[in-house]
Structures are given as C-alpha cells and as structure tokens.
C-alpha cells in the first residue's frame, strides 16, 4: 500500500513538474511573427471548384503516375465531349444534347420529354424519328452523332432546331437547381421525371434565406456577391458584435456554408449568361420596390429580388423603370 | 468563442482573406514554437519547422474538414513536420540544451534553488529521451494541457490508444528518472 501511495505521489509531483516545463519557451525571437507574414502566398485565392475532382484523385494517395494518367484521361474525355470549339456551333450542341442522354435511365425519360416538345409545339411531325435515336445501338449512335465537320447528318436530329431542344429542356429545368444536385443532375427534369418548377423556388428561397442570415449578424445586405467580399463583411460585423451574442457553432458554420452557396449561385449565373445584377451596395434594406438581385428567366423576363426580400418576376420594360428609381 | 473565432477564420481563409492569413500567424505561432520547442528542436529548427507547418495550413486550409478544430489541425500539420524531420535527421541527437532549461527555471523560480533546477533538467531530459510517439503525448497531454480527446486527434489516434500510450510514457519516464537518480548517487 506504502509504496502504491508513494508511487502516486512521485507520478503527480512528475506531472506538477511536466506542467511547470510545459510553460517554458514561451517567448519567440521579436520579428518572428512578421518572418512568418512574408511567406504569406500572393495566390491565396479562394478555391477553385472546378478542380475539385482532380484534387480528389491527388488526395487518394495513389501512385503519382497513375493520378496523372486518371488527370490525363478526364481531360481528354472532357476535351471529346464537350470541347470541339472547332466545330460548327450547331453539330456542338446536338452532340452535346446526345450526350445527357446517352445514358440508360436517361433514355427512359425520353418519351416524356418529347411529349414536354409536343405541347409546346417544338416537334409536332418528328415525334417518331426522335423516340426511333435512343433505340438504335450504342455503336451507330455514337457513329452517327459524332461531330462532323461535313458529310451526311442524321435526318432525325436534323429536323429539331439544337437550339430550340436545349432551350426547351432549360425551361423544364427551371432557371437555376441547387449545388447539391449540381454534379449528379444536370437536368433535375430527366432525374425526377417531373416538371421541377420547385427547384426554381428552393434557389430562391435559399438566396433570400442566405440574405436574411448575414443581415442577422451585419444588419446590411453584402455589398458584392463575391466570396471574398462577403466573408470580409462578415467577418467584421461578428467581430463587432457583443460576447453576449454570439452565435452557437452550428448556426455559424450554416450561415458560412449559405453565404458561399449564395455566391457560387451568382456566379453560376454570370457564366450561364442570365445577366444576374446585384445593388447590395446602393439599396437599404426593407426598402420596399428598390431591386436588389435580379436574373433573367428563359422565358426573357426578369426574376427580381426586391430590398424587403420579396420576390417577383417582371417584363424587361418593368425591370428598367425598377432599377432607374433609386437612381432618380 | 475560441472555436466560432477559429471558425471565422477558416471561413476567411478559405475566402482567400490575406488578413486571415496574417491573424492565424498572430494567433499560433508563439503556441507552435513551443510545441515543437517541447519536441526536442533546437530555436532555429522549431523556427523553420514553424514557418513551414504555417505554409502548409495556408496552402491546404482546403482540406481542413468540418469536424476539425483548426487548433488541432496545426498542430498535427506542425507534429508531422516534426516527425518528418527526425526521419530525414535520424543521426541528428536532439539538441537539449542544460544551461537553457536552468535558465529558464531559474528565472520562473526566484526563490528556488539550483536543485529544482537539476530536477526539473534531470526530467526534461527524460523526455526527451523518450520514443518520439510517448514523447508527443507526453508534450501534448501534460505539457501543453491538451484534452485526452484533443490530443488524441492531434497523434491521428483513438482516445484509448491515447491513454495507452500515456501510461506506457509516464512508466518509461519514471524508469529513466530512477536510472538517472542511481547514476546520480555514484
């Protein structure tokens, strides 16, 4: 017993002494910190997402030769489906409309979309030709849809306007889908099998959500939709705010991930071309008719996103006589 | 608070925020240098290797996942350059400096005298002796105060093997501490 006590007593004076070393060392050579800064990289960019998947073969930890050959081969499918800038623009978009639907779940939706084609009245006489392409053999599809840069088209295809096709599927896809989906559908119409007006208000109403959750903490909206922008903001309005109200964690973590949503949204929308604007900087919040986000639909009408966070969509003429108020 | 700061932060670097940047320097660099301090590198090695765990966060904050703490995260980066570093110099003997660590007790202990200095060398030595993995959870446990769990996560093992390991260093400790006592009494 003496010598268990004893032994306890040795090991927390042991402890006492490992405690009082740890507090050693703690001053650093003055300047240090500043030595440090100047290694501060001048690209320290925000992340770029479209090498997200590279980045993922990196971090599998195989052989580095085999990365670059997976790296190599992605590029050059990527190249092969979706490159050929030296096509014509049309055969482009056809063999790119063949590709979404290139794979078997896919094909089984292709009754209801030329149905969809139907009522709108894109396809009334080649509803057969159409149904007739998925049914064929892989091999004579791939043939017949390769791009070319002459030779004989496909008669079938050749009676749908590419154009018209991509337009029509956009519009059952809704202006915007969630980043969740972004990889795995490209078309929620074709994943669902329904018409997913719904995709177009959750993107709405997880912009205005992601507006309200920095107005929470800022008491503005961000002046800019850019990541960079937005976190800066709000950052400093946190650092601000009183130690009596700081946020749990979770809610925290939600509101960043919201935020980032929100400007890969808009940016998703600058490179689709929906002429997306945003008046963060120049509108007070609450104020009500003063447009504060607006994007354009494919039906050639804006969607607009008011400063009291009320959501309307109006004709080019309206949208005009909106964003010149606050300027009169 | 600490954490939804470091949350914060996270967020800003990920942004690509240069001021982050220079605030997470501001807020862990002195910690880092006395971690690696503790491992048994020399000033001008723990500078380096402090430098460098701080370009290796910047350049991966990206990897940082959600259930992570940032705090934990550094430190294993700066852990593995530890480690990296005693493989690459395994001839190298730790540096252990005597007249530094009396120094250091003496000035914390004005009225201690010279044998509280020997004691508290005679057992930094021990550790330092000690195999690199019992040494980490030593440091990180008992010298910097880290939780069982914290720490746990900073040696990238599980909370039991943490404490395994823990006892195994503190018996080895002991061990040496009473070899050194006999050559002492010689």
């Given at each position: 017993m003496k010598n268990k006590d004893s032994q306890s007593r040795d090991d927390e004076r042991l402890i006492k002494i490992l405690n009082r070393i740890g507090r050693m060392y703690g001053d650093v050579r003055p300047g240090f910190a500043e030595r440090i800064k100047q290694q501060i990289p001048e690209n320290l960019q925000p992340r770029k997402r479209d090498l997200t998947s590279i980045k993922a073969i990196m971090n599998l930890r195989i052989g580095k030769l085999i990365a670059a050959a997976i790296i190599v081969g992605e590029v050059i499918l990527l190249l092969s489906l979706f490159?050929?800038?030296?096509?014509a623009d049309r055969t482009y978009k056809q063999g790119r409309f063949l590709v979404k639907y290139y794979l078997p779940p896919v094909i089984k939706k292709w009754d209801n979309l030329v149905s969809c084609l139907e009522k709108r009245g894109h396809c009334n006489e080649s509803k057969k030709q159409i149904t007739t392409i998925p049914k064929e053999s892989t091999a004579r599809r791939q043939r017949e849809h390769k791009p070319t840069t002459g030779g004989p088209q496909d008669k079938g295809i050749e009676n749908i306007d590419a154009e018209t096709l991509v337009a029509a599927v956009e519009r059952e896809a809704g202006p915007g889908r969630p980043l969740e989906e972004k990889q795995s559908a490209e078309w929620p119409l074709l994943k669902t099998?329904?018409?997913?007006?719904s995709t177009a208000q959750t993107n709405e109403q997880a912009v205005i959500g992601a507006i309200k959750s920095f107005g929470r903490v800022t008491g503005t909206y961000p002046s800019k939709l850019s990541i960079l922008t937005v976190m800066k903001e709000f950052r400093s309005a946190y650092k601000t705010?009183?130690?009596?109200k700081a946020i749990p964690d979770r809610a925290l973590a939600d509101t960043t991930k919201k935020l980032e949503w929100l400007c890969e949204f808009y940016e998703q929308m600058l490179r689709k071309g929906k002429e997306p604007a945003y008046y963060g900087d120049k509108v007070k919040p609450?104020?009500?008719?003063?447009?504060l986000m607006r994007w354009r639909l494919v039906t050639g009408e804006y969607r607009v996103i008011f400063a009291d966070l009320q959501i309307e969509t109006v004709t080019a003429e309206k949208l005009g006589q909106l964003e010149a108020a606050p300027l009169q | 608070m600490e954490k939804s700061a470091d949350y914060l932060l996270v967020a800003s670097l990920k942004a690509g925020d240069e001021k982050a940047a220079c605030a997470l320097v501001d807020k862990y660099h002195r910690r880092i240098y006395v971690f690696l301090r503790h491992l048994g590198h020399s000033w001008w090695e723990s500078e380096e290797l402090t430098q460098w765990t701080f370009v290796r966060a910047w350049q991966n904050?990206?990897?940082?996942?959600?259930?992570?703490?940032l705090k934990t995260w550094l430190y294993r980066i700066a852990q593995n350059a530890s480690r990296e570093y005693w493989r690459k110099n395994k001839k190298r003997k730790m540096e252990l400096n005597a007249n530094e660590a009396c120094v250091a007790v003496h000035s914390q202990n004005s009225q201690g005298g010279s044998h509280i200095a020997e004691e508290f060398d005679r057992v930094r030595q021990a550790v330092v002796k000690l195999p690199l993995k019992l040494r980490e959870t030593i440091v990180l446990h008992?010298?910097?105060?880290?939780s069982i769990a914290e720490a746990a996560a900073v040696a990238g093992i599980r909370e039991g093997t943490f404490k395994s390991r823990l006892n195994r260093a503190i018996k080895k400790l002991r061990k040496e501490l009473a070899h050194q006592e006999k050559h002492y009494e010689k």
């Open positions: 490159g050929g800038v030296d096509l099998g329904k018409v997913q007006d705010r009183k130690a009596g609450g104020k009500a008719n003063t447009v | 904050i990206n990897n940082l996942k959600n259930n992570q703490t008992y010298m910097l105060s880290f």
